[in-house]
């Protein structure tokens, strides 16, 4: 299978716990997303790389949430000190980048990491 | 503010019923739009995406979906629904590589 992977895909942790996951991309892909979805509502963007860099992050993305991609392959998001409303699931996903001139790329999901902070 | 909007929380057919689940969308300027489909246990899918050209968009499934930029609309379709189009639906628009997605529209197709 040569789609996108995510590991765990359920993590159970206490509250207060750091917790890390990751994603592996479709290796051609240089573009990578991470997503928050809770129940009833559809994915909210958090943050995403270009390679190893990381363009933009969005405002939910608290201090302490950390995503890294250090040579531009795989990536981690890291949830520090973890709390009840980190609960949900993240959601990985990778695309070509996109062209001058604004051709934006499908993104591919990952089946996601599912979090539940007790 | 910048949001997308699916009218239709859930919706419950028969077989061979026609399909049409709203989609709409806040954003001015140029956009790309999307149709993603979460089937039961499954990662999201992608069913069809809207660049430019041709407004009406054919994806996979026997799904098709109509962009009317005056209306800031992406409707999905489909001429006859099956059991198996049993899932989640999301609405998806990309405004400089922020992918905005609607709350979602779950399906049920009765057998």
């Known amino acids: 299978d040569t789609g996108v992977s995510q590991n765990p895909r359920h993590k159970i942790t206490k509250r207060g716990q750091n917790v890390t996951f990751r994603c592996d991309p479709i290796?051609?892909?240089?573009?990578l997303y991470w997503y928050r979805q809770t129940l009833g509502q559809g994915p909210e963007f958090l943050t995403y790389f270009q390679n190893e860099a990381q363009l933009e992050k969005s405002r939910l993305l608290s201090d302490r949430f950390s995503a890294e991609r250090p040579k531009g392959s795989f990536s981690t998001l890291e949830i520090q000190r973890t709390e009840q409303g980190d609960s949900a699931m993240y959601l990985c996903?990778?695309?070509?980048?996109?062209?001058?001139?604004?051709?934006?790329?499908?993104?591919?999901f990952g089946p996601g990491t599912r979090l539940t902070v007790t | 503010a910048q949001s997308v909007s699916q009218h239709n929380h859930h919706v419950i057919l028969s077989e061979a019923a026609s399909l049409e689940l709203g989609c709409n969308y806040s954003y001015g300027g140029t956009v790309n739009l999307f149709w993603y489909v979460q089937y039961p246990g499954q990662h999201l899918q992608l069913l069809l995406k809207?660049?430019?050209?041709?407004?009406l968009v054919k994806g996979i499934k026997g799904f098709e979906a109509e962009f009317i930029k005056s209306k800031f609309s992406f409707n999905l379709r489909k001429p006859s629904v099956q059991w198996s189009d049993t899932a989640e639906y999301f609405c998806a628009v990309n405004l400089n590589n922020d992918m905005r997605f609607g709350a979602g529209t779950r399906l049920t197709v009765k057998p």
């Open positions: 809207y660049f430019s050209g041709d407004p």
């Open positions: 996903a990778s695309s070509l980048a996109g062209v001058a001139g604004g051709l934006f790329y499908e993104q591919y």
């Open positions: 290796s051609e892909h240089n573009r």
